[in-house]
């Protein structure tokens, strides 16, 4: 069995074959557990999905290469602002001209987050300690803030909004709302170089507008109002003018055949007049499940309810009735994070990664050994780029919208605290930090909810636990949850 796992380890390509189907059983497994279970629970698993993908990257930048970042939302924050721009403004692949959608937002959105990380990691690779940990906070406040600079290309604090999925044959251009033929043609009547021409009105424009002269007669003194013409102290009602008690008494003591306005005995309202219970519908009216079943046409029945084709799957709209959002969210996020696992595996398990761990324990002894500790650095940087800015592009779609509020320095501490909790030096660790993450506020709510919290405490519980929660496992488990289970392990193999 040693030598058949030594040769298998030693065959061309089986790495990739090995990560693959890993990637491959994930994928299978979360997606059937996204068809089976309600749309808030696809919403949560579509988030997990992209902390784990974001926190991925920081695996690789914090645990292996060793390096210190508090920017990583920042660089969310450029792939999810590429993917929402592409996606609003191009409805074509430039050079190719096939038809714009999603897919090619995302390539996009990955092109931008490797440009920018060249850019960060060129300059954050001459930086150490706590240089590197400012240089990485100030992007974290400086890149969101953008937005409000350029409010007319970022949407400036309200942001930019997206439809999800992609709508069929792109979005609509702004130039699509004007017709062309009526500029061209107007083009000429009206404006010079695309500026209106002023023409001075006429001075008999401004001429006084003639009087008529019946106008300036004055009212006969027979057309005006008098005293007469208003009501006086005796035109209202007086307490005599109504009927008193006694006279009502009177009234009604009289003689009702004397009365032409006297209704008959028999024309009043009597008890039979009135509904009884007898007249009210009883649970014996109505039919039975048995009766309401016998009533129904086999024929119809056969076509309209075990056809699957007539079971209403398309509504009035035209849109398929099936189709929940959340679960084609959790597809999307699921499957980026898949694929960027899958990278992510290659990339700590072979050479890259004994590069990043060489740099990290020893700098000088790897630039002894011909590594060069910079490029490394540049590298690892370009790399969690690159995946930040993929989960930047998930995150879009699951919010169906992009802003400053959104990449705010908060998210930046949230995947840190993910990837202290889970285990900085594992991707297991990163996917633990990362259902950490999505369930501790919930669970936080959930409790406050039983227990009666104000909303004060409820609001701030989940950021205290989080810091309680660092600071434990730092003391404990310095190598997160992960470490801690291998240094368990380890511990109870040797007695």
């Known amino acids: 069995m040693s030598k058949l796992s030594s040769l298998t380890e030693r065959a061309p390509g089986s790495r990739l074959v090995t990560h693959a189907l890993i990637a491959l059983v994930i994928f299978g497994i979360l997606t059937w557990f996204n068809q089976i279970v309600d749309p808030l629970m696809s919403y949560y698993l579509a988030t997990a999905a992209m902390y784990a993908t974001a926190m991925f990257g920081m695996t690789i930048l914090v645990g292996l290469s060793g390096q210190v970042s508090l920017g990583n939302g920042a660089l969310m924050a450029v792939g999810g602002y590429v993917f929402a721009l592409t996606s609003l403004n191009w409805q074509t692949v430039p050079i190719l001209g096939t038809p714009w959608n999603a897919v090619w937002s995302m390539v996009f959105a990955g092109i931008g987050g490797v440009v920018f990380g060249l850019l960060i ?95 300036e007669d004055p009212l006969a003194e027979e057309d005006m109002l ?19 008690d006694e006279g009502f008494e009177s009234d009604a003591g009289s003689n009702p055949d004397s009365d032409p306005d006297a209704v008959a005995e028999e024309d009043m309202l009597t008890e039979d007049d ?41 509504d009035l709209a035209g849109v398929d009735s099936g189709f929940v959002i959340e679960q084609w969210q959790a597809s999307v996020a699921v499957a980026v994070a898949c ?33 060069s500790p910079s490029g490394s650095k540049v590298s690892a940087f370009v790399v969690s780029s690159l995946f930040a800015a993929l ?90 949850l992960v470490g801690g289970v291998r240094d368990l392990a380890k511990r109870v193999t040797r007695r």
Do not use: H, K
């Open 391 to 480: 989960a930047g592009a998930v995150f879009a779609q699951i919010l169906s919208y992009v802003g400053p509020g959104a990449f705010a320095l908060g998210l930046s501490l949230s995947l840190l605290v993910g990837i202290v909790l889970g285990g900085r030096n594992s991707l297991i660790g990163a996917m633990i930090g990362a259902v950490i993450l999505v369930w501790l506020p919930e669970f936080v709510l959930s409790l406050a909810a039983d227990r009666g919290w104000e909303d004060q405490v409820t609001n701030n519980a989940p950021n205290f636990i989080y810091g309680l929660l660092v600071v434990l496992v730092v003391l404990a488990a310095p190598g997160g």
């Open 274 to 314: 009135f509904l009884s219970e007898d007249d009210f519908l009883t649970e014996d009216d109505f039919a039975t499940d048995e009766g309401f079943e016998s009533d129904i046409d086999p024929g119809v029945e056969e076509e309209f309810i075990e056809d699957p084709g007539t079971a209403g799957d398309i």
């Open 339 to 371: 694929i960027v696992g899958f990278i992510a595996l290659n990339l700590v398990r072979g050479r890259q990664g004994r590069v990043w761990q060489a740099v990290r324990d020893d700098p000088v002894a790897a630039a002894v050994s011909g590594i």
């Open 226 to 244: 008098t005293d007469d013409d208003f009501l006086s102290e005796d035109d209202f009602l007086t307490e005599d003018d109504f009927a008193t």
């Open 121 to 215: 990691g060129g300059v954050a690779a001459r930086l150490r300690g706590p240089y590197l940990a400012g240089l990485t906070l100030g992007i974290a406040v400086g890149v969101p803030a953008i937005a409000n600079r350029f409010p007319g290309l970022l949407g400036g604090e309200n942001g930019l909004m997206l439809q999800v999925p992609y709508p069929a044959g792109g979005y609509a251009s702004i130039d699509d709302g004007f017709d062309e033929e009526f500029i061209d043609e107007g083009a000429g009547e009206g404006f010079v170089d695309d500026e209106p021409i002023y023409e001075e009105l006429p001075d008999e424009f401004f001429e006084e507008a003639p009087v008529d002269d019946s106008l």
